[in-house]
């Protein structure tokens, strides 16, 4: 290995050369004969690999040039600390020497100043643990009127190691606080958060060559867009396992962020979802086995690790314990139980009911078909079986049910739906138009591919009332439907603006490409290849699908999608397709609107939505929390009352008993709040039709 580069550093050369000689004595395999990680002959012909694929695949044609090797270097620097509580203003100046190097490095120079920049980052998170550790050995003073600010993202580096002692002091103490207002004793506290910061130097010292390179071309991936992303050989084994749906979990992607593991999505017919407890954001803090089982404290684990405790028998019970997004450090912990199984097909297919509306002395039926993914059984399919199952065929099959028994409208829920088959994206947007293109398609080269309804002959399977509802969670496939129907003006689309993800990614396995060295692999690359648009030549990326009428929701936008990240491809448009639209909805639309408006402000479940969304903008506006233990038990309690007055506030306005406490809410208490909004959105826009007679439906050409 070469000599380090930042061997001048005096405060981490002594750490360091203590480091070597303990960790010497381990896995061996992950270090060179001085103890360090170092990088090997295959990570560097990787590197050179996947530059070439880039350069010449991805959809912008980026240049690696100098330019890129900045915003690497600054995007692995965040990868390393985004938090800012390792690294010393002083390291990151230093590593800064490379910033114009990492281009030449991956294309065919050796990749050692990249493992030496981890290893200060390694050095200097020891020094914060080991700190750490020593506070344990006295009772922070809970009485003292002082606070910690949890979110350091965007303050400056700090100077000196005295001044992250003193971040460090605060952190640990918040730690402690906030098993102390569980009710935890002093002795109890100590050995769990002993147990949590010896736990994390564990596994900084099991990290392996391969993780450091995977963060570093993850830093590198990730400067060209969201998506784009590299795998080690062990995580592409773990990501075949999870796509042949073989194993037996939670149904739920996770990904690390600073301490934490966080739900990054939910799968679709997966326990998680059928649950529905878990949300994107959410931040496991304990994984326990069986409902009595002890809590396994996971703050600061390593993913995988993680994903280990998580699994098991089919049908057995892991319990979690979270911390829901948006909530503050501190806040009340929840615990989560879900059986593991299998993320099977029919889990996932679509589902109807039917919801009435009381309206003018009448009830109106409105239909629901609830589409979590777009899914299709490809399998069965290539096997010639004709009864393959598919998010198209079901809904069909839903809307036929539904229309022998009666409805005045329909609403196609698409809320937390990631997407899925581009093909059943395509088949469904032709149940609801006679015909023509649904979205077009540009690929790296600039050549545009339009993609029509499959089945242009078959009869539109539902004439009537539409209503498209998502969320800010509807993304990929479900955005490519919502937006058909919205530029064809078949129906209206109601809720929030959709998550914005119109890329298309291809997986290029690197072993094809590479002699691999014994069994050990070269990893897979995830590089975005293309982007989707409307038949209007909008892009659906970055802006997502901005409903017609927009309803409240407690997801936040601007922390939630595509637009909340930095690398994000941007919007743009390219030529309009030919398509035939129907009648345009402008009027209908501000009509729906307006009446809409004007019935809100009576309905107590939507000011209980908006309360709680108030709630939680308040929330996550905050960087900081008090340690002062008196203070922040007044502010829990204070939290707890506001939420049992809002619930007791909307039941009292709707006839309901009040509940003394939020534990005696039963869950059939809950409404859908925006599901019943849509349907009195539809409602109307039955109405409205019923009143005038059908809407014209004669189709004008653009």
């Known amino acids: 290995m070469t000599k380090s580069r930042f061997r001048h550093l005096a405060p981490i050369t002594a750490t360091v050369a203590a480091v070597i000689v303990w960790m010497a004595a381990g896995d061996s395999r992950a270090f060179d004969e001085t103890g360090f990680l170092h990088p090997e002959q295959r990570h560097e012909n990787v590197g ?34 985004r938090n800012r509580m390792y690294l010393l203003r002083g390291d990151v100046e230093h590593f800064d020497s490379l910033r114009y190097k990492i281009d030449d490095m991956v294309r065919s120079r050796p990749l050692d100043p990249v493992f030496e920049m981890y290893e200060v980052y390694a050095t200097r998170v020891r020094e914060r643990l080991e700190f750490a550790l020593t506070q344990l050995e006295t009772e922070p003073d809970y009485a003292i009127d002082e606070s910690y600010q949890f979110d350091r993202s965007e303050e400056p580096w700090l100077e000196t190691s005295a001044e992250l002692d003193q971040v460090w002091r605060r952190r640990v103490k918040n730690d402690a606080l906030n098993l102390a207002l569980e009710g935890e004793s002093w002795e109890k506290i100590r050995d769990v958060l002993s147990k949590r910061y010896k736990g994390f130097l564990r596994r900084l010292d099991q990290m392996n060559n391969d993780d450091v390179f995977e963060r570093f071309m993850n830093a590198f991936a990730r400067t060209l867009d969201p998506h784009s992303s590299y795998l080690s050989p062990r995580n592409s084994e773990e990501y075949r396992i999870q796509m042949s749906l073989s194993y037996f979990g939670i149904g739920a992607s996770l990904q690390t962020e600073d301490d934490f593991v966080k739900i990054a999505g939910i799968i679709a017919g997966g326990p998680a979802a059928i649950d529905g407890t878990l949300k994107p954001e959410d931040k496991i803090t304990g994984v326990a086995q069986g ?356 619930e007791n506030e909307r039941r009292q306005a709707l006839g309901l008993p009040a509940v003394e406490d939020l534990d005696d809410i039963e869950e059939d208490d809950l409404p859908d709040i925006l599901l019943d909004q849509a349907a009195g959105i539809i409602t109307d826009l039955a109405t409205m039709r019923e009143i005038a007679g059908p809407e014209h439906t004669a189709q004008v050409q653009r």
């Open 48 to 81: 050179e690999l996947v530059t070439q694929i880039i350069e010449k695949s991805h959809y912008n044609r980026v240049a690696i040039d100098d330019d890129f090797s900045s915003e690497v270097l600054d995007n692995f620097i965040e990868s390393l600390d």
């Open 291 to 646: 409902v009595e089982g002890e809590v396994v404290d996971v703050i600061g684990w390593r993913l995988d690790d993680v994903v280990e405790l998580i699994r098991g028998p089919a049908d057995s019970v892991v319990r979690l314990e979270i911390i829901p997004a948006n909530s503050l450090p501190g806040s009340p912990k929840e615990f989560v139980n879900l059986t593991r199984g299998q993320v099977k097909l029919e889990e996932q297919a679509a589902k109807s009911e039917v919801i009435t509306v009381p309206r003018d002395g009448r009830e109106w039926r409105i239909g629901v078909i609830d589409v979590p993914s777009f899914y299709r059984d490809f399998p069965a399919l290539s096997r010639g079986d004709k009864n393959f199952t598919s998010t198209t065929k079901d809904v069909k099959r839903l809307i036929d049910e539904l229309e022998k028994t009666g409805i005045d409208g329909l609403i196609v829920d698409l809320r937390g739906n990631g997407g899925g088959h581009l093909t059943e994206a395509t088949a469904l947007s032709g149940l609801f138009i006679d015909n023509g293109p649904v979205v077009q398609l540009r690929n790296t080269n600039g050549r545009i591919q339009r993609l029509d309804d499959p089945d242009p002959v078959a009869r539109v399977a539902y004439a009537g009332p539409l209503a498209v509802l998502v969320d800010r969670y509807s993304a990929s496939a479900s955005e490519i439907f919502a937006a058909a129907i919205q530029d064809y003006a078949r129906g209206v689309v109601v809720g929030q603006q959709t998550f914005g993800k119109g890329t298309v990614q291809n997986l290029y396995s690197l072993d094809q490409y590479l002699r691999s060295e014994g069994d050990k692999g070269s990893g897979q690359l995830t590089l975005t290849v293309g982007k989707y648009y409307r038949v209007t030549g909008e892009s659906t990326q970055h802006r997502g699908v901005d409903p017609d009428i927009s309803l409240p929701s407690h997801i936040n936008a601007e922390i939630i999608g595509e637009s909340a990240r930095d690398s994000a491809l941007p919007w743009d448009t390219i030529p309009t397709t030919v398509f035939r639209a129907g009648t345009p909805l402008d009027n209908t639309i501000n009509s729906l609107t307006a009446t809409y408006e004007k019935r809100s402000k009576e309905d107590p479940n939507l000011r209980y939505q908006l309360d709680l969304i108030q709630a939680a903008e308040h929330m996550t506006s905050r960087k900081t929390v008090s340690l002062n233990k008196k203070a922040r038990t007044t502010e829990r309690e204070q939290q707890l009352q506001a939420r049992l007055d809002r």
